[in-house]
């Protein structure tokens, strides 16, 4: 079981935390035009990076933020997590 | 009698003032309090206990702790009764019952044994090779009779009375094991603030102070441990746990410990927990396991009365039980000689065969002085006495030790075999640890880790005391001085030991002339130095592969006391050193563990939390059939007097359309929406408009994940300019915040918006029917229900008896139909008043069956066909899908496989014969006789009775399914061979104008 600082919180036991997927993804805008790649890509296709990953966590059973992570897929290190407005 | 094998020197570590009767196989026995059921048994002359799992070979004690391969047995009788439980491991309370495991019809005469008579048709990769034709001989003949002859235990059928319990314990400093360099890390860490756990899995702390005749500063190495016991146990900041096992390391320092709290107590309280399972997030890990002494192969070494020499010793210095009368000590170290000098303070004289030239070691020259037997260059070629030894032939070997000379036999009772020590590494390696091969130690140890864990000790590889003690010591002032700080260390005391001199590279002794006993490696599976030789010759090289072939190591015990053997043997045959040919993985468990602690207190009721509605007991009088929603208790149908469920259902369903009914919505998700931004987040993830909603008034909104599909649906009120009351689905109402959250933190941070799970905050009871709106009327007297007043969809703000009321005009069931909203803790007491004023109007409450009825009957949508597969085309809800502005999964609709016109799309279909339900999840075709893979055009989502034409109805989804109303179909339901012609209808099969809801 991973132990997870939540920036708003601190260190919390993994089963308090939702994960949340890539954290490089960017929604299009709202309106734009977007071509059926870029849809697809943003929908569908995600990297599967052996090593240091950013990704989504919500701290569900916490204070319900949404944060950044730099975790290591293979080892499970997290070297780091931010504020959304703050980089990793 | 407890027994005639006993020390004449005493153990303090037993209580001899207190005998304690227990039963094996039948018979009853004595021991003393502290004895394990091994160490009594063996003082009782008893070492049959079991038998082996392949062969059924009989067998003894190997061990005296958590190495013990053979001693397994079933422990107790009836609900409480536990299989594969070392007898090692088990203290013996009064009244004891255990009995072997693994032999029919007893443990002295085996029907099994023929296994091993037969044993040449059983060879490495039997189950492979024998049972492999014909194919389907395997699940009806072979597996069966292989399941019978080889089970171990046997599970209790009933469910376990015991109590067990978690605990979550947080530390600086957990220290793994107590011998001398566990005892020293946890001291100094300790003294230097940390906060320490230190945990022992035997019942003694110590380790091998217990049994080595040492001493630290001025004192034995016994009365050391206990001192510094004694100190840690009064300070504040360290928690100390005898019988307590850290079996599991997990990610970031996450380990697990299984303590055994009251399985040696004589009847405890019912309140004390049997086992407790700690979870125990570590700063650092001191892993101070120690190790376990190798056995050595040689012709029938798995006989009764064969054992670890360091167990004979353990046996007789903390249990005071003699394994035999007539010893041979076998060694290829120094270490074993302990027996014997042990032996000897008893009045033994243990004949000792060395595999070495010769040593000069301390306690060689001590056993030499004492006028020991020592025969070196000699090893056991094989022995005899099949269910408890009687003799050993014993040999010279020759200088390519690949023979043996001048063989005799000489009479003894048991022997005590060394082959050297293996550091404990399992917790190292579970944690990431990259282990080294030491080949001066022949052994791997701890290399390169991955997390904060440092061993110490034997599990390092450091053997001497002095050795341990210092690095226990800097080890625990160095790790918790990362923490505290505090620069606080310990004096290292000074030590005495004796010497050792440098073990012999060699295990497998060479086969007598003539004979081929098997030499046995893993004694729990049963794998001797024959199959791992047949395994090479067939080309396994990969020491995993040569493991799955042979099941080397594979047994419960993970190949505690084999696995280096096992690749000392496979490195031999290939001519390589054993780095090159690898080790296995460890993993958690390193000793096994009841299912029981694994569950806690996680069982019957308290499995999951259950969420109960504030008006619960009032359906309970009501005499309601609960269902699972989620974690919800929702009422399911009311049955009275002897009606059955579809007679209830009915009922109920047929009252909503003919007078009104109640039904408990409280479990709906809602969600509190606030903010100047609200409507602008509204707009964006639903797929209709919400700028212009009227304030007061409600709209049905769909929500689309961003991949088209339909994530959920539900009704969302405009409380005032900036306010909204959404409602969801009771399955996604956690989903649904958690959408919201990440769309109003992540991608739109811009939006000013709040959101916040009302659920429980609020008690909903809706009250459907064409009298709906005449009970309202005398219930709210103040209120114009007026269609003008109050339209459909819209909302009014009251109160009742001083409680603030919301009023919504909303419908599930099609019917005019009103939702009676208020604070939770009024629900009960508004739920009362709506029954009392009902009942002229006949109301009766109605649960979720009756409720899928209506729904399904007026077509409404609803989790079975929210399946995560659907676009709003194939619902019908294309009309909710705005073409003005944009919205979470809005581009993913243009996809072309999204508008193929021939996407499965919701009917209605009801069978021909107007009398056959037809089951949820059937398949609809066009031909039921049609040949496989016959095409699947659409399948049943929810069905139901309708009330309405009394006659059964479903809906589902069928391709191209608009263009087939009319059209006669299959539901074909294979797995039970139903076959139902069904007409296609339109899926809204009752009011298909929606006019009812509107009145
Ligand atoms: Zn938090």
């Known amino acids: ?88 | 009698m407890t027994g005639t094998f006993r020390t004449t020197i005493e153990s303090n570590l037993i209580n001899k003032s207190k005998i304690v009767n227990f039963i094996f196989n039948g018979d009853s026995y004595q021991g003393f309090e502290g004895d394990t059921l091994a160490s009594a048994l063996i003082a009782n002359g008893v070492h049959l206990v079991g038998r082996s799992f392949k062969y059924h070979r009989p067998r003894g004690f190997l061990g005296v702790g958590v190495e013990e391969p053979n001693a397994m047995v079933q422990l107790h009788e009836g609900d409480k009764s536990e299989p594969n439980i070392m007898a090692t491991e088990v203290e013996i309370t009064e009244g004891l019952k255990a009995r072997s495991q693994n032999c029919w019809p007893s443990v002295k005469f085996d029907i099994g044994e023929i296994n091993n008579i037969l044993n040449r048709f059983f060879p490495a990769g039997f189950y492979y090779k024998t049972f492999m034709w014909p194919k389907s001989f395997w699940m009806s003949v072979y597996e069966p009779i292989i399941r019978k002859a080889a089970g171990m235990g046997v599970a209790p059928i009933k469910p376990d009375p015991d109590r067990y319990e978690h605990n979550y314990e947080h530390c600086d400093v957990l220290v793994v094991g107590s011998g001398p360099s566990g005892l020293a890390a946890a001291l100094a860490a300790a003294n230097n603030g940390a906060k320490v756990i230190l945990a022992e899995d035997k019942a003694h702390f110590g380790g091998s102070l217990l049994t080595d005749n040492v001493t630290i500063g001025n004192q034995s190495g016994q009365e050391w441990a206990d001192e510094t016991i004694n100190h840690l146990k009064s300070l504040p900041n360290v928690i100390v746990k005898n019988r307590s096992q850290v079996f599991g390391y997990y990610d970031h320092n996450m380990t697990v410990m299984f303590e055994r709290v009251s399985d040696h107590i004589d009847n405890p309280s019912e309140f004390t927990p049997r086992q407790r399972l700690h979870y125990i997030r570590a700063g650092e890990v001191v892993v101070s396991t120690g190790s376990i002494e190798r056995p050595l192969s040689f012709g029938n070494n798995d006989r009764p009365g064969i054992f670890l020499a360091s167990a004979a010793t353990e046996y007789m210095k903390v249990y005071g039980t003699l394994v035999g009368k007539k010893p041979i000590i076998f060694t290829n170290n120094d270490s074993a000689y302990k027996a014997a000098i042990e032996f000897n303070k008893n009045n033994i004289k243990a004949l000792i065969l060395d595999t070495r030239e010769n040593s000069d070691g301390d306690l060689v020259k001590e056993a030499q002085s004492l006028g020991l037997d020592i025969k070196f260059n000699s090893g056991v070629a094989d022995v005899k006495g099949r269910l408890k030894i009687s003799s050993a032939t014993i040999g010279k070997l020759n200088s390519d030790k690949d023979s043996f000379s001048d063989l005799e036999e000489i009479e003894c009772d048991c022997i005590c075999m060394s082959g050297g020590w293996t550091p404990t590494v399992h917790l190292s390696s579970q944690a990431g640890n990259k282990l080294k091969f030491d080949e001066d130690l022949d052994a791997f140890v701890p290399n390169n880790k991955r997390q904060k864990e440092t061993a110490v000790g034997s599990a390092n590889g450091s053997f001497t005391l002095k050795q341990s003690l210092a690095e226990g010591f800097q080890v625990g002032f160095d790790l918790s001085n990362s923490i505290t700080s505090n620069n606080k260390n310990t004096t290292v005391p000074t030590s005495k030991e004796s010497s050792y001199q440098a073990h012999d590279k060699f295990w497998c002794m060479p086969l007598p002339e003539g004979k081929k006993p098997k030499r046995f490696i893993d004694f729990q599976n049963d794998v001797a130095v024959s199959d791992v030789e047949l395994a090479v010759r067939e080309g396994f090289r990969s020491i995993e592969h040569v493991k799955r072939y042979t099941t080397l190591g594979m047994a419960g015990d993970q190949g505690k006391t084999s696995n280096l053997n096992g690749l000392q043997h496979v490195s031999n045959i290939q001519k390589k050193i054993v780095p090159e040919v690898g080790h296995t993985t460890f993993r958690p468990p390193y000793t096994p563990v009841t299912i029981g602690t694994i569950v806690g207190r996680e069982v019957g009721n308290h499995f999951q939390p259950t969420r109960k509605t504030p008006t619960h007991n009032w359906h309970v009088e009501n005499n309601v059939v609960f269902t699972n929603a989620g974690l919800w208790l929702r009422p399911r149908y009311y049955p009275r007097g002897n009606e059955t469920m579809s007679d209830a259902v009915n009922r109920e369903a047929l009252n909503v359309r003919k007078a009104v009914g109640i039904c408990d919505v409280t479990s709906l998700g809602k969600i509190d929406i606030k903010g100047p931004d609200a409507a602008e987040l509204l707009n964006r993830v639903y797929t209709n408009a919400w700028m212009k909603l009227p304030v007061g008034k409600a709209r049905y909104g769909v929500m689309l994940r961003e991949d088209g599909m339909v994530f959920d649906d539900g009704t969302t009120t405009r409380l005032s300019e900036n306010h909204f009351h959404m409602t969801t689905t009771t399955a996604q109402a956690a989903n649904v915040l958690s959408h919201l959250e990440f769309y109003l933190q992540v991608v739109w941070p811009e939006l000013k918006v709040n959101v916040l799970s009302t659920t429980e905050q609020w008690s909903g009871a809706a009250i459907a029917g064409p009298k709906s709106r005449d009970l309202m009327k005398k219930l709210f007297p103040s209120v114009d229900f007026s269609t003008e007043a109050f339209p459909f969809m819209g909302l009014v703000e009251t109160e009742f008896s001083g409680i603030h009321v919301k009023l919504y005009r909303i419908s599930f069931s099609g019917e005019l139909a009103y939702e009676v909203n208020v604070e939770s803790n009024h629900g009960l007491f508004m739920w009362n008043k709506i029954m009392e004023v009902g009942e002229e109007f006949g109301i009766q409450p109605y649960g979720t069956e009756a409720l899928a009825t209506l729904r399904i009957e007026m077509g409404h949508v609803s989790g079975p066909e929210l399946d995560g597969r659907a676009v709003p085309y194939d619902l019908g809800l294309q009309g909710m899908v705005s073409q003005k502005k944009d919205f979470i999964g809005k581009r993913s609709l243009e996809k072309n496989a999204f508008v193929d016109p021939e996407r499965q799309t919701l009917v209605g279909l009801v069978p021909v014969d107007k009398k056959t339900k037809i089951p949820e999840g059937a398949h609809l075709v066009e031909n039921d006789k049609a040949s496989l893979p016959n095409p699947k055009l659409g399948h049943v989502s929810s069905s139901c009775w309708s009330v309405e034409y009394n006659n059964p109805f479903s809906i589902g989804v069928l391709k191209d399914g608009k263009n087939k109303i009319g059209q006669q179909l299959f539901a074909v339901y294979p797995l039970k061979n139903i076959s139902i012609p069904v007409e296609i209808v339109s899926s809204h099969y009752v009011d298909p104008k929606g006019e009812r809801v509107r009145v």
């Open chain 1, 1 to 88: 079981m991973l132990e997870i600082k939540c920036p708003h919180c601190g260190k919390r036991s993994q089963n308090e935390f939702a994960y949340g997927g890539d954290a490089t993804i960017k929604r299009p805008k709202l309106g734009e035009e977007v071509s059926t790649k870029d849809w697809d890509d943003f929908v569908y296709f995600r990297d599967n990076p052996r090593g240091k990953h950013q990704e989504f966590w919500h701290h569900v059973s916490g204070c319900r933020q949404w944060f950044k992570a730099l975790r290591d897929t293979a080892t499970h290190e997290i070297f780091n997590t931010a504020k959304l407005e703050e980089d990793l």
